[in-house]
């Protein structure tokens, strides 16, 4: 699962300057990412837990959670908006089995909704832990 097409259209209508702040930030975020060991990524993730589980009963404000709710173009365009920053594809892999087994342990009633909301906002709170930022400079650096 990769987002390199979405970075790549924005990329061809951003300024020459933005697009090296980008690269930048790319090679920074794949080089804290580079050393880190699968059983610890999934330790953080699993740190989060309780974070993913308000998020999907609706205990935190989350505006991925609620335009899955709104549904339409609002749900669909969250397919669109998903970035993996420094994971690898099989970080990615192990994330989303570990949010299965949590979300979709009975049923895969709710795997749309993990791909969609949840597994973004993962991503983007372990960017803001090993990159040492906070969620909202984490997800800036992830567009």
């Given at each position: 699962?990769?987002?390199?097409?979405?970075?790549?259209?924005?990329?061809?209508?951003?300024?020459?300057?933005?697009?090296?702040?980008?690269?930048?930030?790319?090679?920074?975020?794949?080089?804290?990412?580079?050393?880190?060991?699968?059983?610890?990524?999934?330790?953080?993730?699993?740190?989060?837990?309780?974070?993913m589980?308000?998020?999907?009963?609706?205990?935190?404000?989350?505006?991925?959670?609620?335009?899955?709710?709104?549904?339409?173009?609002?749900?669909?365009?969250?397919?669109?908006?998903?970035?993996?920053?420094?994971?690898?594809?099989?970080?990615?892999?192990?994330?989303?089995?570990?949010?299965?087994?949590?979300?979709?342990?009975?049923?895969?009633?709710y795997?749309?909704?993990?791909?969609?909301?949840?597994l973004?906002?993962?991503?983007?709170?372990?960017?803001?832990?090993?990159?040492?930022?906070?969620?909202?400079?984490?997800?800036?650096?992830?567009?």
């Amino acid at each position: 699962a990769s987002s390199d097409g979405g970075s790549r259209q924005q990329e061809s209508t951003a300024s020459p300057a933005s697009l090296d702040v980008r690269r930048a930030n790319r090679a920074r975020i794949a080089a804290a990412f580079a050393p880190l060991p699968l059983p610890e990524l999934l330790q953080l993730a699993k740190n989060h837990e309780p974070e993913m589980r308000d998020i999907f009963l609706g205990k935190t404000d989350c505006e991925r959670h609620r335009r899955f709710r709104r549904g339409g173009e609002d749900r669909t365009n969250l397919k669109f908006e998903v970035r993996f920053g420094g994971l690898t594809d099989a970080q990615q892999e192990a994330l989303l089995d570990s949010l299965a087994a949590v979300f979709c342990k009975k049923s895969t009633k709710y795997f749309q909704y993990v791909m969609d909301v949840l597994l973004p906002e993962l991503v983007v709170r372990l960017h803001a832990d090993v990159m040492a930022v906070s969620r909202a400079e984490a997800e800036e650096l992830l567009l």
